[in-house]
Nanobody, 126 residues
Framework: QVQLVESGGGLVQAGGSLRLSCAAS????????MGWFRQAPGKEREFVAA??????????YYANSEKGRFTISKDNAQNTVYLQMNSLKPEDTAVYYC?????????????????WGQGTQVTVSS
């Protein structure tokens, strides 16, 4: 089992920045990939970014709409994954979730992630 706790959400004006953190605990030695997803009201959960956990440098993956604005990173020693979000837009408003999986596959498919955090709200005002 892996437990995930997100933090860092909040209210920010358009054009601003936020850094989300996801603290992992439990059987993280079996974790292969960590991802960030988001879900806006009335919409499906969508992929934001992912990073391989068990490789020192970490391969990163991004949704096309977030490339260049969002950066995912990790600190294995602290068992933490980060999502730096810059140039935020009102359409980025959503609950952001951290997720973990123990195998490869379709990194953007939320159904393939076994572990989820409780989410953190990000609200971007215009």
């Amino acid at each position: 089992q892996v437990q995930l706790v997100e933090s860092g959400g909040g209210l920010v004006q358009a054009g601003g920045s936020l850094r989300l953190s996801c603290a992992a605990s439990g059987r993280t030695d079996s974790t292969f990939l960590m991802g960030w997803f988001r879900q806006a009201p009335g919409k499906e959960r969508e992929f934001v970014a992912a990073i391989t956990w068990n490789r020192r440098l970490g391969d990163t993956y991004y949704a096309n709409s977030e490339k260049g604005r969002f950066t995912i990173s990790k600190d294995n020693a602290q068992n933490t994954v980060y999502l730096q979000m810059n140039s935020l837009k009102p359409e980025d408003t959503a609950v952001y979730y951290c997720a973990a999986r123990n195998s490869g596959g379709r990194y953007a498919n939320p159904r393939e992630y076994a572990y989820w955090g409780q989410g953190t709200q990000v609200t971007v005002s215009s």
